[in-house]
């Protein structure tokens, strides 16, 4: 009889890939950030029963489901609702200039006649690349920016809080990304916000995305005192002495009895636009000046996709840890639904870039959460689930991949 | 002063021809070997297939692609990506290719081009480089499609490979390519100063006028282009008239 | 009627193949002595060394064979290294013999000191007529200054300035292009690599294989 080993955050104890993607059953849906804390159950994706998992379940429907046309009516007449005709503001696009962000904003204003004001919560740390693309965003792209970089302090305490308790250092940064576009929205009285792509597009239930619109929970709460950020509340960082509620403004989620009655809302273009995340890349680059990363970003085969944070990296190594699925994996599964790889063509790269240790901006990234190397691997090693890792002659190996080269396959 | 060769470059991934930007992203623009045989019903000098996905799937896989392609292009066919062995090579040429392209294989071993050029002879073997602008006057070698950089000088590189026995240099400029916005020229000229072999330049054109440009500034002996001819915004005969209204020699 | 390619080892035999199947030739590849005296016309292929060339040649036990071929007076055709190898001799690495059916030697491609030279020559130039007219040739109807592909390092210099059939300029030097004697010719150039003038002039073999 076999042991069920255990598994961390309730995940579930059978490791499974989709037959058609990569993807595994481990994948978390999105969750409420500032609500996340230690220990969290996660609800994760949604396998059917032919083993395939509702990203690409959902990008067949794309495919043959949807009317786009009549989708792009959907669009024009929502944007005719809400462009000014005084030169103000209609829409706020957040986001970091990056591929989706900057096809997002230039499509926008130059073929649907928006006038986009840009807003970027700042990553922790510009990558050269990153930085770059932002200008060019703007200097290229024709667009306005507000650029909103929260207190450094807080910030990378709330992060080192975030990697330690939860693994997720990029939590806090999360939840003020979320929060940025209403509440810029909020500030400069636009009642607009386009995001770009709905988290079904990735696996989220597939009910979410007949909806254009996001789940207010995202970025808004009743109660800010109680916001988490690294697992620790607003409230118990106060109580430390170092900073007052002045110092968390970036991060209290507009209110939503507010936002409502200014009538704000926030939509996906990729309700509107059928998204394909690399014909993004081709768009912005003729479009915002935008470059790919002049080399192949650890952990993956790509050059185009989220390239501007030093921390980034270490993000999808903590994914990684936690779920068995790393950088290459999301890239490549995505790819594989919009049809440009195949999924033998991912198995093989995850296998070839899926653990590949991101080396380039590990120093820098300890100092950032203000961690010895050691204490890293500490806190890494904790979060390893037992059903999804194996520690073999000293050496930490998974127990299944997609390509069934893992221990246990 | 030789004739300038105008070549059609085809990025190809399995059946299918793509077009990326600074040598990324797959998306696809139509059949690899319809594509050869209008260019060469255009008037097309030369063809060059280079496999995009060489080196993230360690293979090559080309030669069904020449095999084919042979049968109704009579012109010179190149064929690059994931050369590696000398079989590879054998293989390459005996599907139909007249020329190989390498470029990982030779940065990680640079014997394997003096090795190959004895065997197969300099004309056959074609040195690709991709260069990266690192600062003015300095461009960085990289491998594998545009990703690894290596910290190899592309200029001393160039001198090399034509020391070891290299018939020509096809040089992609990775900042340039797929952008359409014309060639990164003083690439080509630094190189072209130090070298003796011909070189072909590859990356960036959007029109005719840009080749004009780099042809009157470089001393390079061909012009290879991709997004022009895929994206349909000038034909072969368009270039070509171009090229000849500013005096530049081509073949007709 | 069948045309012969010898199979050596070296050349881009797919597609020369392809050229003469694309013309409507019977054409197959062959090292046996007996299908080579057999066939109504041969085609020496061939890329790459001199020497390399003539000791595969040696190798495959085709240098008499191909002698006695012409002897025949059937229409044999060289093409790149395999025009270089019908003659006496190469000075490419060293002195080395070839099939000494036409006279005359093979020489590195002359350049001019002090100037920035581009070897091997590759590129499309043009042919010119000689002193032989180009009818009831390979070349007829090939039109005057027509652009064929070149890729080598060395020419053939034919003793007899009759058996030049065409002349190309490169770097101020005219070099032999293409030779005819009797019914043997060779071509510098790749006729299967020259788009439709150089299968045209395949086609031109491949009618006097028939005849």
Redesign the interface.
């Known amino acids: 009889m076999s042991k069920e080993l255990e598994a961390h955050y309730g995940l579930p104890n059978q490791v499974k890939f989709c037959k058609k993607c990569v993807i595994s059953n481990q994948r978390p849906s999105s969750t409420i950030e500032f609500k996340n804390e230690k220990g969290e159950k996660k609800k994760v994706i949604n396998f059917n029963e032919d083993g395939v998992c509702s990203a690409c379940v959902y990008h067949d429907e794309k495919e043959t489901g949807i009317d786009w046309e009549d989708r792009d009516v959907k669009l024009r007449s929502l944007l005719d609702q809400f462009r000014s005709n005084d030169g103000s503001y209609d829409v706020i696009v957040p986001g970091s200039g990056g591929k989706d962000s900057a096809f997002i904003a230039h499509i926008l204003k130059y073929k649907y006649g928006m006038n986009p004001l840009t807003v970027t919560w700042a990553p922790h740390l510009y990558t050269d690349i990153g930085w770059k693309n932002m200008q060019e965003w703007m200097h290229t792209g024709g667009l306005d920016n507000i650029l909103y970089t929260p207190n450094g302090i807080l910030h990378q305490e709330m992060t080192k809080n975030a990697f330690h308790n939860l693994l997720h250092p990029f939590q806090p940064f999360i939840v003020g990304q979320r929060i940025i576009g209403p509440a810029m929205a909020k500030k400069f009285g636009v009642k607009l916000v386009m995001y770009g792509e709905n988290q079904a597009e990735y696996g989220n239930s597939i009910e979410e995305n007949t909806n254009p619109i996001m789940n207010m929970d995202f970025f808004s709460s009743d109660d800010a005192l109680s916001m988490k950020f690294g697992g620790v509340s607003m409230q118990e960082y106060i109580d430390t002495g170092k900073y007052t509620k002045d110092d968390f403004a970036p991060y209290i989620a507009p209110d939503k009895q507010d936002l409502v009655d200014n009538g704000i809302e926030v939509h996906y273009l990729g309700y509107y636009l059928k998204w394909d995340p690399q014909e993004c890349y081709y768009y912005s680059v003729d479009n915002t000046g935008f470059q790919a990363n002049p080399v192949r970003t650890e952990g993956t085969y790509s050059k185009y996709s989220s390239i501007d944070d030093k921390v980034d990296p270490f993000h999808y190594l903590t994914t990684l840890i936690k779920f068995g699925i790393g950088r290459c994996t999301y890239d490549a599964a995505q790819e594989v639904r919009n049809d440009k790889i195949t999924r033998e063509e991912a198995s093989y790269l995850v296998e070839k870039y899926d653990t590949e240790f991101p080396d380039i901006y590990f120093k820098e990234f300890l100092e950032y959460i203000d961690t010895s190397e050691d204490d890293f691997w500490r806190t890494v090693d904790k979060h390893r689930s037992p059903h999804i890792w194996k520690k073999v002659d000293e050496v930490w190996k998974l127990r299944h991949t997609s390509s069934n080269t893992g221990t246990d396959d | 002063m ?2 300038i ?1 105008v070549v059609a470059r085809i990025d190809v991934k ?1 059946e299918f021809a793509i077009k990326g ?2 040598l ?4 696809k623009v139509g059949n690899p070997n319809t594509m050869a045989r209008n260019y ?1 019903n255009d ?1 097309i ?1 030369e063809i060059v297939f280079m496999d995009a ?1 060489a080196a ?2 360690d293979r090559n896989s080309l030669s069904e692609l020449i ?1 084919e392609a ?3 292009v ?4 190149t064929v690059g990506g994931g050369i590696r062995t000398i079989d590879d090579i054998k293989n390459a ?6 020329k190989v392209a390498i470029n990982t294989k030779a940065v990680k071993d640079p014997n394997f081009i003096m090795q190959s050029s004895k065997i ?5 073997i074609v040195s690709s480089i991709e260069a ?1 602008l690192i600062k003015n006057g300095k461009w960085e070698v ?1 491998t ?1 499609n ?4 290596t910290g190899k000088d592309v200029i001393e590189w160039a001198k090399h490979v034509g020391e070891l026995g290299a ?2 240099i096809m040089l992609t400029s ?2 340039k390519e ?2 359409k916005k014309g060639f990164d020229i003083d690439l080509y000229k630094s190189v072209a100063k130090s070298v ?3 070189i072909i330049a590859s990356g960036g054109m959007g029109q005719g006028a840009d080749a004009v440009e780099l042809l009157e500034n470089a ?1 390079i ?1 061909a012009i290879a282009t991709a997004s022009v001819l895929h994206c349909k915004m000038e034909s072969v005969q368009e270039i070509k008239n171009t090229l000849l209204q500013h005096q530049i020699k ?3 | 009627m069948k045309i012969a390619i010898i199979d050596y080892g070296i050349g881009n035999i797919r597609s020369i193949l392809s050229a003469f199947e694309n013309q409507g030739a019977n054409v197959f590849l062959t090292s046996d002595k007996g299908e080579i005296l057999k066939s109504d016309g041969l085609v020496l292929p061939g890329v790459g060394a001199f020497s390399h060339g003539m000791k595969n040649l040696e190798s495959y036990g085709l240098v008499d064979v191909i002698k006695e071929y012409a002897a025949l007076d059937r229409p044999l055709m060289g093409i790149c290294l395999g025009m270089q190898l019908l003659f006496e001799e190469s000075e490419e690495f060293g002195k080395t013999e070839g099939l000494g059916l036409i006279l005359g030697k093979v020489v590195k491609l002359p350049t001019k000191d002090n100037q920035n030279e581009n070897l091997p020559h590759v590129s499309w130039n043009k042919l010119n007529s000689n002193k032989v007219p180009w009818k009831n040739t390979i070349l007829a109807d090939t039109e005057e200054g027509s652009d064929m592909y070149f890729v080598h390092s060395f020419v053939a210099q034919p003793r007899d300035s009759y058996n030049i059939l065409s002349l190309t300029e490169y770097l101020n030097y005219h070099f032999c292009s293409s030779v005819k004697k009797g019914n043997i010719y060779g071509c510098q150039f790749h006729p299967e690599k020259s788009g439709p003038t150089g299968l045209k002039i395949i086609n031109n073999f491949i009618r006097m294989c028939e005849a």
């Open positions: 030789n004739k060769r399995n930007i600074h990324e992203g797959l998306r060469y008037g000098d996905v993230y799937y095999q042979c049968k109704g009579f012109i010179p066919i040429l005996k599907s139909g290719a007249d197969f002879g300099s004309q056959c990266k990289y594998d545009g990703r690894e950089p018939g020509e990775i900042d797929g952008t003796s072999i011909p001393d002996d081509v073949r007709i």
